[in-house]
């Protein structure tokens, strides 16, 4: 009794992580801040809001990947109807496999060079572009925002620790 609980705790808890993956990709891949609390705590505690999650991800997924000439085929009414029939693990890792065939794609797409391919997977996408004061110099946008979504990148993709990332962060925050 009490390992067939632990085993269900233990699955429940990978469920939550994995979930939680998809989530932060899903963002990443659509140019948002990779913030995944709210998501999730949505479809822990809300009943019924999973169905609504996997149909609306898997619609947001195809439609990130167009803005990156990418084609994922949006498959969000498959998904919402093996999640209504019990399925939910099936749904989740078929909409899995299709953030990380977007991501290769639209990293192979970004090597290949080609144009109109926003590289938003690169911390550098969400530097502030320069602009002219009236002294023709250059000088840097400051958004807190767009510095705060730069630094999320690079944690997420482990170039910096968290160490750094929350002194970091706190510079950002100081700045407001």
């Known amino acids: 009794g009490i390992a067939m609980l632990c ?16 989530i932060k990709k899903i963002k990443l891949i659509s140019g948002e801040e990779p913030k995944c609390a709210g998501e999730l705590l949505l479809c822990l505690f809300i009943p019924f809001y ?27 009414a498959l998904y919402l109807v093996l999640t209504i029939f019990a399925l939910q693990l099936i749904a989740l890792i078929l909409l ?15 090597q290949a060079g080609q144009r109109n391919v926003p590289n938003r997977l690169n911390p550098e ?5 320069p602009i ?20 999320a990148k690079l944690k997420v993709e482990g170039k910096i620790t968290l160490e750094e990332y929350d002194n970091r962060r706190e510079e950002v925050l100081a700045k407001l």
């Not at 085993?7 to 998809?22: D, E, K, N, P």
């Not at 991800?57 to 969000?76: E, P, T």
């Not at 002219?132 to 630094?151: F, H, K, Y």
Request: proline share 2%; net charge positive.
């Open 7 to 22: 085993i269900f705790g233990v699955f429940a808890i990978i469920m939550i992580l994995w979930q939680r993956t998809i």
């Open 50 to 76: 999973i169905y609504y999650w996997v149909f609306t991800r898997a619609r947001k997924l195809s439609a990130a990947a167009a803005n990156h000439n990418v084609h994922i085929k949006d498959h969000g």
């Open 96 to 110: 899995h496999i299709n953030c990380n065939k977007a991501e290769k794609m639209i990293a192979e797409a970004q």
């Open 125 to 129: 996408f969400y530097a502030p572009a």
């Open 132 to 151: 002219s004061n009236n002294n023709n110099r250059q000088q840097r946008v400051e958004s807190p925002m767009t510095d705060l979504i730069g630094l």
